[in-house]
Structures are given as C-alpha cells and as structure tokens.
C-alpha cells in the first residue's frame, strides 16, 4: 500500500498503550477517508493540521440492563468496559479528545489519558442524582490551554434556565458544555494561532425541541464571545470555532438546521463530501475477541466534586482553571426528566429566524435540504453524515457531531469555512456489524452505545 502522507498509520506511533496490554483492534475495518476536495498541493508549511475525536463513553451510572435489553450485563460492567474505553482511544490516535458521560474522572480517565500523553479539563453535571460530565483531553505535546470555561445550561437564561414547567417547577436539565482556547505549540505564526473549542452534551428528550435550540443558541454564543475575547492572542487576527460533542439532535432536527444554517458551522462529515458507500465499513461480524482481554482490575469511585478541573501530565494549572464563579450552580430536582414540552412562544425560545420552523427539514442523500443545494452553507462538499453514531434497543441514529466555522476579520472575504477544512474523517460501521452479539451497542467489542467519531481538520493561514 502506498504511503499516505497525509494519514498517520498505527505502526508509525510510538507504542505506549497502558500496562502493555495487546492492541484489540476496536476500529479494525474503519478507515481513514480523506476528502476528495483536498489535495496535497493544498497544504502549505505554514498550514496546521490536527486530528480531533469526539466520543459519548457511556457513564456507568447509565449503563444499566432495563436500558440496554439487546446488550449482556457483562458487556456493561465498568471493570469490562473502562479498559476498552482506553483501547479504543488509544487507536484513535486523536490529538484533541472530546468526551461526553465521563464518570470516575479523577480516578480513572485521568490517569489513563495521562499515560497516552494527555492533558485534561472537566465539567461535572450540577445534579444531586447524576455524576458524569464533558471532558476535553489534549496531546500536552502539541497544543497549550490558554483559558478554560464552562457552561452549565440551566443557570443560562437564554438556554431555558429557571424556565417553570407546568407541574413541575423544579424542571433541570443538567447538561454542560467546557470551552477551552488551545494554542498549537509549533514555531513561526502556526504557535501564535488559538481556535475555540467546545464540548458539548445537550438535553436528550426530543419533545424538547425549543429547549435543545435554546441551549444550543447559549452554546454558540458562548464559544463567539470567549473567541471575540481572545483575538489579541492570534497573530492572524480570527480563531476558528470548534463545536463538539453529543447533541442529541439528528441531521433532520431544528438544532441541526440551526448549527448549519442560522450559525454557519460546517459538519465535518459532510464537508468531507463522502458517499454513502464509502461512508460504512464491511461488517466484522465473524471477528472473535477474547473475554481475558478486558480484565483490568482498577477500583470504581464517583468524583462528587462539580467544578472545573484542569489538569497538566505534570502538574495541575490552577490559574488556567474557571473561576468557581464561572460555574453558578443550576437548579436542583433531584434529576427528573418530563416529556411535556416547553411553551414554544415562550421569549426564551423564541428563534431570530422565523423561517427556522418553517423550512422543511427533510434531509437528501446528498447532504442537500429539500430545498436545494442553494440551502447547503458555502464551503462545505456535498457529503453525508453517517447513517448512526449511536445504535441502542428504541433508538438508532446520528446525533454526535464535529462542526467548526471560522470568523475572518473584517478585511478577509466573508467565507464560510475558507479558513478551516476538513481533510479525511473516520468511516462508521455497518449495520449488521452494530447488530452483532445481540442487536446493538455495547457489546463485546464497542464498549459504549455510541461510536466515536474522529476527523482531521486543517487550519489555513494567510
């Protein structure tokens, strides 16, 4: 096979897997697809170029067998799935690492990334019931935390926080979002570049729609307003805006429409311009693993701490952590969840665009609305997201996204994403492959009943 310059391969990295344990090959059959709209002689020396993985891990205290009928109750167990979790980021071999349901942070993930090289930042729901959060983890070698943020949605106006629901006034939902400014650490104008990047868990009910639009909303505006804040520290005067995480929203969605349409983000799967048939794997189906494989013996415990932790592969930097006053405490109930919906003429959801609720949203095979292709934001392929990164009994669907947008200055053109692309993405498994062991995720080989997602994304410089 001819070498890729563009694609890393697993043989070319430095081995340094946790307690040497055998590589399981949890992506085996998932290739690496670079965008048919990139080409070589695109890059420059002064281009900077990152891979970024997005992945739900499925918190313990979620992963329960009334929830999950389809998996073994082995397959759900912690001591099972908490050393897969760690194979199969290992071999995404991302450089930025955006996990949603992170559970056991201190205990566990964080002592495991920082064997893989990792620096990490994490945001604990604000629930007396629920102990998981977002945690963001970079390559300490490649990049630098400038500023670290977060966002707890129920203590946002704008995000539905504080909203009555009738017969229920102590309706939350706790999720969170953890924005983060990184920094590359590489030489010339490459290292004096910051960009944006926010992890994100929005509410899971979709009879809650305008209440997912809202957070949504808050979360945009967040990240626009941390990256407005932050231009001084980019010699090339904008920072791109990274948007990722689990969105609970599908591609026909009015969050979807919103974050592509009314906030101009590109999906990096669909910018990548991939086709149907390239987008899935062949089904591994008659792949055996070894029950022996996942034995990894370390003690569970919840962190029942809710702030902001920043921590180095060194050493924690506290002047880099959110202020406790960033993070104001959301409302408490106890952690009910209700399928009444909100008021959709409420002020708080109220969209800017009247023709937000109005637009069809059926979605082509091609990426395109029923509208047209005029309706695709510029600068994206005519590509397609996956069929599913999240397969589970009731459900199946994409509903995890990496989206990114740049804002040029004034003196650029107003280009949509001329300034940040999509190189090659992660291709998905295929359905029979997710059916396997039972009829759906987790199982023995995919320890969470979502499917990470990973992209390359490239920075270009003037």
Same mark, same amino acid.
């Given at each position: 096979?001819?070498?890729?310059?563009?694609?890393?391969?697993?043989?070319?990295?430095?081995?340094?897997?946790?307690?040497?344990?055998?590589?399981?090959?949890?992506?085996?059959?998932?290739?690496?697809?670079?965008?048919?709209?990139?080409?070589?002689?695109?890059?420059?020396?002064?281009? *900077?170029?990152?891979?970024?993985?997005?992945?739900? #891990?499925?918190?313990?205290?979620?992963?329960?067998?009334?929830?999950?009928?389809?998996?073994?109750?082995?397959?759900?167990?912690? &001591?099972?799935r908490r050393r897969a979790l760690v194979e199969v980021i290992h071999e995404l071999d991302a450089d930025i690492v955006c996990l949603q349901e992170v559970d056991n942070y201190e205990k566990f993930w964080l002592k495991e990334m920082r064997k893989l090289g990792y620096t990490g930042c994490y945001k604990q729901r604000n629930s007396?019931?629920?102990?998981?959060?977002?945690?963001?983890?970079?390559?300490?070698?490649?990049?630098?935390?400038?500023?670290?943020?977060?966002?707890?949605?129920?203590?946002?106006?704008?995000?539905?926080?504080?909203?009555? #629901?009738?017969?229920?006034?102590?309706?939350?939902?706790?999720?969170?979002?953890?924005?983060?400014?990184?920094?590359?650490?590489?030489?010339?104008?490459?290292?004096?570049?910051?960009?944006?990047?926010?992890?994100?868990?929005?509410?899971?009910?979709?009879?809650?729609?305008?209440? =997912?639009?809202?957070?949504?909303?808050?979360? +945009?505006?967040?990240?626009?307003?941390?990256?407005?804040?932050?231009?001084?520290?980019?010699?090339?005067?904008?920072?791109? /805006?990274?948007?990722?995480? &689990?969105?609970?929203?599908?591609?026909?969605?009015? %969050?979807?429409?919103?974050?592509?349409?009314?906030?101009?983000?590109?999906?990096?799967? %669909?910018?990548?311009?991939?086709?149907?048939?390239?987008?899935?794997?062949?089904?591994?189906?008659?792949?055996? *693993?070894?029950?022996?494989?996942?034995?990894?013996?370390?003690?569970?415990?919840?962190?029942?701490?809710?702030?902001?932790?920043?921590?180095?592969?060194?050493?924690?930097?506290?002047?880099?952590?959110?202020?406790?006053?960033? $993070?104001?405490?959301? /409302?408490?109930?106890?952690?009910?969840? *209700?399928? =009444?919906?909100?008021?959709?003429?409420?002020?708080?959801?109220?969209?800017?665009?009247?023709?937000?609720? =109005?637009?069809?949203?059926?979605?082509r095979s091609n990426g395109d609305s029923a509208g047209g292709k005029e309706a695709r934001p510029a600068g994206t392929a005519p590509g397609i997201e996956p069929a599913f990164t999240n397969y589970r009994d009731m459900f199946h669907g994409t509903i995890d996204y990496i989206l990114f947008r740049a804002i040029p200055t004034p003196?650029?053109?107003?280009?949509?994403?001329?300034?940040?692309?999509? +190189?090659? $993405?992660?291709?998905?498994?295929?359905?029979?492959?997710?059916?396997?062991?039972?009829?759906?995720?987790?199982?023995?080989?995919?320890?969470?009943?979502?499917?990470?997602?990973? %992209?390359?994304?490239? /920075?270009?410089?003037?």
């Amino acid at each position: 096979m001819q070498h890729n310059p563009w694609l890393r391969h697993p043989k070319e990295q430095n081995d340094n897997r946790p307690n040497n344990q055998p590589r399981t090959n949890r992506l085996a059959g998932r290739r690496w697809l670079r965008s048919p709209a990139c080409h070589s002689q695109d890059i420059t020396s002064s281009d *900077f170029k990152f891979r970024i993985a997005s992945y739900n #891990v499925l918190a313990q205290c979620y992963a329960k067998n009334k929830h999950f009928t389809r998996s073994k109750a082995e397959h759900l167990r912690w &001591d099972v799935r908490r050393r897969a979790l760690v194979e199969v980021i290992h071999e995404l071999d991302a450089d930025i690492v955006c996990l949603q349901e992170v559970d056991n942070y201190e205990k566990f993930w964080l002592k495991e990334m920082r064997k893989l090289g990792y620096t990490g930042c994490y945001k604990q729901r604000n629930s007396p019931a629920k102990f998981d959060g977002c945690a963001t983890f970079f390559r300490s070698t490649a990049f630098e935390c400038m500023s670290v943020s977060s966002i707890e949605f129920d203590s946002e106006p704008d995000a539905g926080g504080g909203q009555q #629901v009738e017969g229920h006034p102590d309706f939350a939902t706790h999720n969170v979002a953890l924005l983060t400014m990184l920094r590359p650490r590489r030489s010339s104008n490459v290292n004096k570049c910051c960009m944006c990047l926010a992890n994100a868990h929005l509410f899971w009910d979709p009879t809650y729609e305008e209440l =997912k639009i809202a957070q949504a909303r808050a979360l +945009v505006k967040a990240a626009e307003e941390l990256s407005t804040s932050s231009e001084s520290k980019s010699s090339i005067g904008w920072i791109p /805006i990274i948007l990722a995480g &689990d969105f609970n929203s599908t591609p026909e969605s009015e %969050v979807y429409r919103y974050l592509t349409r009314e906030a101009g983000f590109s999906s990096s799967y %669909v910018a990548c311009g991939l086709e149907w048939k390239q987008m899935e794997t062949i089904s591994l189906s008659n792949t055996q *693993f070894s029950q022996s494989q996942f034995e990894f013996k370390t003690p569970e415990k919840k962190n029942p701490k809710g702030e902001v932790q920043l921590q180095s592969a060194e050493s924690s930097s506290p002047e880099l952590a959110a202020k406790s006053g960033e $993070c104001n405490a959301g /409302i408490a109930n106890g952690g009910l969840l *209700f399928a =009444k919906p909100l008021d959709p003429n409420s002020p708080v959801f109220k969209p800017s665009s009247p023709s937000m609720y =109005k637009a069809d949203s059926r979605q082509r095979s091609n990426g395109d609305s029923a509208g047209g292709k005029e309706a695709r934001p510029a600068g994206t392929a005519p590509g397609i997201e996956p069929a599913f990164t999240n397969y589970r009994d009731m459900f199946h669907g994409t509903i995890d996204y990496i989206l990114f947008r740049a804002i040029p200055t004034p003196k650029r053109p107003p280009s949509h994403s001329g300034n940040i692309q999509a +190189v090659s $993405c992660l291709s998905m498994i295929s359905e029979l492959e997710a059916q396997n062991q039972g009829g759906g995720l987790p199982n023995l080989k995919h320890p969470s009943d979502h499917l990470p997602i990973a %992209v390359e994304l490239m /920075i270009q410089f003037p």
